[in-house]
C-alpha cells in the first residue's frame, strides 16, 4: 500500500 | 508605506482564486522587489508559493519591506466586487493593520469603490526547500493538464504521473475501475503553445492524492502552460509562469511501504 507523504519528510522546516 | 497598482485586478483575483480551497491564512510578502507568498496547508502536502515581481504592476512602491497577513476568504469577498478589468490598487501603511483595496472601472471613471480589509498576525512555519535538479520535466498546456486531473480523479483518490522519455502517463485506479490518459511528446519543441515538451533524463513515476492534485489545477486560468517537474522520491514541482513572476506548487509523493 502506499502511504502518504508530508513536505517535512523531505524538506526542512525553517 | 506600500502601494501597487494591478491594471487588472483578475490577475490577483485568479490567484486568490487557486489557493482558496487549501490554504486559509497567507502572508503576503511585500518588498522592493515585488509581492511574494510562501503557505502549507494544515497537513503539510502542499505548499504554494507565489512572486509577483516588480514588472506586473503599473506602479509599485514599498519603502519598507512589509508582510501582510490575510484571511483568503475574507480577501476574496473584496476581490470578487471588483470586475475582471477593473485597475486595483494595494496600500498599507508600514505600522498599519488595515490593507486598502481600491478599485477603478476602467468603463466608468466616476465609480471608485474602496474596502479595508483587517491585517492578522499569522505565524507561519516556511519550509526550506533546497535548489533541486529534476530528473524530468513534463509542460504541456494547462487546459489539458486540468482536464486530464478533473477527468482521472472521477476514477480514483490517487493518480500516478509516469514520465518517460518518449511519453508521460497520468493512470488513476479505484472502485469503479481504472483509467489513464497518455501523451505523447510533440516535436515542435517550445514553439508551440499547445505542444507537449517532455525532458527526462531518467523515467520517474510518482504517485499523489487526486484531491491535491486538483488543487494544482485550480491555477489554470492563470497561465496556458504548466510544468511538472519530477525527480524520484521528492515532492513535485508544478509551476506555472506568469508575466512577471509564477505561481507553483510543491505536493508530497505517496510513498509505498
Redesign the interface.
Known amino acids: 500500500g502506499a502511504m502518504q507523504g508530508r513536505l517535512e519528510d523531505f524538506f526542512k522546516i525553517k | 508605506m506600500f502601494e501597487a497598482k494591478l491594471n487588472e485586478a483578475s490577475v490577483f483575483k485568479k490567484i486568490v482564486e487557486s489557493v482558496k480551497d487549501g490554504f486559509k491564512n497567507c502572508n503576503f510578502d511585500c518588498s522592493e522587489e515585488g509581492i511574494s507568498m510562501e503557505s ?1 496547508d494544515d ?5 504554494v508559493s507565489m512572486k509577483l515581481g516588480v514588472e506586473a504592476f503599473s506602479s509599485y512602491r514599498c519603502d519598507r519591506s512589509i508582510s501582510l497577513g490575510l484571511n483568503i476568504e475574507s480577501l476574496l469577498k473584496v476581490l470578487r466586487t471588483a470586475n475582471n478589468n477593473d485597475v486595483l490598487t494595494m496600500r498599507a501603511e508600514d505600522d498599519g493593520d488595515l490593507l486598502t483595496l481600491v478599485f477603478e472601472d476602467s468603463s466608468n471613471p466616476d465609480r471608485i469603490s474602496e474596502y479595508n480589509l483587517k491585517l492578522l498576525n499569522i505565524d507561519q ?6 535548489e533541486q535538479e529534476y530528473t524530468a520535466t513534463v509542460t504541456l498546456p494547462s487546459s489539458e493538464y486540468q482536464r486530464i486531473i478533473r477527468d482521472l480523479t472521477q476514477l480514483g483518490d ?1 493518480i500516478t504521473i509516469d514520465a518517460a522519455k518518449d511519453g508521460v502517463r497520468f493512470t488513476a485506479e479505484g472502485d469503479i475501475g481504472s483509467g489513464s490518459v497518455s501523451l505523447k511528446a510533440n516535436t515542435n519543441v517550445g514553439e508551440d503553445e499547445k505542444s507537449i515538451d517532455i525532458a527526462v533524463e531518467e523515467p520517474v513515476a510518482l ?1 499523489f ?1 487526486s484531491k491535491y492534485l486538483t488543487q494544482t489545477c485550480k491555477a489554470a486560468p492563470l497561465a496556458p502552460r504548466v510544468s511538472l517537474n519530477m525527480c524520484k ?3 513535485i514541482f508544478i509551476s506555472y509562469k506568469l508575466q512577471a513572476g509564477h505561481f507553483s506548487f ?1 505536493l ?6
Open positions: 502549507m497537513a503539510h502536502i502542499a505548499l512555519e516556511h519550509m526550506s526547500i533546497p490517487s504517485g492524492n522520491r521528492i515532492p510543491f508530497a509523493p505517496q510513498i509505498s511501504e
